[in-house]
């Protein structure tokens, strides 16, 4: 059974930097697609960052890119979310994914993942 846990969200002024983590247990996640996405109230869940774990391929959202950095670390099975310059409108709960790549047509949709972790919540203030 895939495990999925979040780590690291918390409140930070506008400008600053948050790290996120995301311990993924369960499975050999080699071949695996490991994602980020998040959901503000009252808005749909939307695609931040993706990376093919194998490979390390790297995919973002044109509202985060150049300001995060999706990475990850094969002995810890964890994948990680670097956010600088974070701004109030990236306030959301963030979710980790994770799906074996065959399974995914399409990286930046949520439907594509099966396997989701609780969330972390990151609060940005202006």
């Known amino acids: 059974q895939v495990q999925l846990v979040e780590s690291g969200g918390g409140l930070v002024q506008a400008g600053g930097s948050l790290r996120l983590s995301c311990a993924a247990s369960?499975?050999?996640?080699?071949?695996?697609?490991m994602a980020w996405f998040r959901q503000a109230p009252g808005k749909e869940r939307e695609f931040v960052a993706a990376?093919?774990?194998?490979?390390?391929?790297?995919y973002y959202a044109d509202s985060v890119k150049g300001r995060c950095t999706i990475s990850r670390d094969n002995a810890k099975n964890t994948v990680y979310l670097q956010m600088n310059s974070l701004k109030p409108e990236d306030t959301a709960v963030y979710y980790c994914?994770?799906?074996?790549?065959?399974?995914?047509?399409?990286?930046?949709?949520?439907?594509?993942?099966?396997?989701w972790g609780q969330g972390t919540q990151v609060t940005v203030s202006s």
């Open positions: 990376i093919k774990w194998n490979v390390g391929w790297t």
């Open positions: 369960g499975r050999t996640f080699s071949t695996y697609a």
């Open positions: 994914a994770a799906d074996q790549e065959g399974h995914i047509l399409r990286i930046g949709v949520s439907g594509e993942y099966e396997y």
